[in-house]
């Protein structure tokens, strides 16, 4: 079992920044990739950006790209989304997810989530 504890939500404006982070516990943090995927209020939860398990391959959706950064420290077992130039449509809860799987996937095993939101 893994356990995933995210930290770093808030109320921010329209161009500001946030860092999410992701704290791993439980099996082997270090073999699996690490996800961030979010959910508007009233749409379905969708992929953010993803890690491989040796940081050395990263995948984004588009709605992010150039704005948003996924890195890993695997020493603490935390995995990071610094998120820049925020939008109203960034609002969101975000939750971190990892497991077996392909990066752009999704694994089974899911964090509580938290909010984020992006005044205009």
């Known amino acids: 079992q893994v356990q995933l504890v995210e930290s770093g939500g808030g109320l921010v404006q329209a161009g500001g920044s946030l860092r999410l982070s992701c704290v791993a516990s439980?099996?082997?943090?270090?073999?699996?990739?690490m996800r961030w995927f979010r959910q508007p209020p009233g749409k379905e939860r969708e992929f953010v950006a993803g890690?491989?398990?040796?940081?050395?391959?990263?995948y984004y959706a588009d709605s992010v790209k150039g704005r948003f950064t996924i890195s890993r420290d695997n020493a603490k077992n935390t995995v990071y989304l610094q998120m820049n130039s925020l939008k109203p449509e960034d609002t969101a809860v975000y939750y971190c997810?990892?497991?077996?799987?392909?990066?752009?996937?999704?694994?089974?095993?899911w964090g509580q989530g938290t909010q984020v939101t992006v005044s205009s």
């Open positions: 997810n990892t497991g077996s799987g392909l990066v752009a996937g999704t694994g089974p095993y």
């Open positions: 439980g099996r082997t943090f270090s073999s699996y990739a």
């Open positions: 890690i491989r398990w040796s940081g050395s391959s990263t």
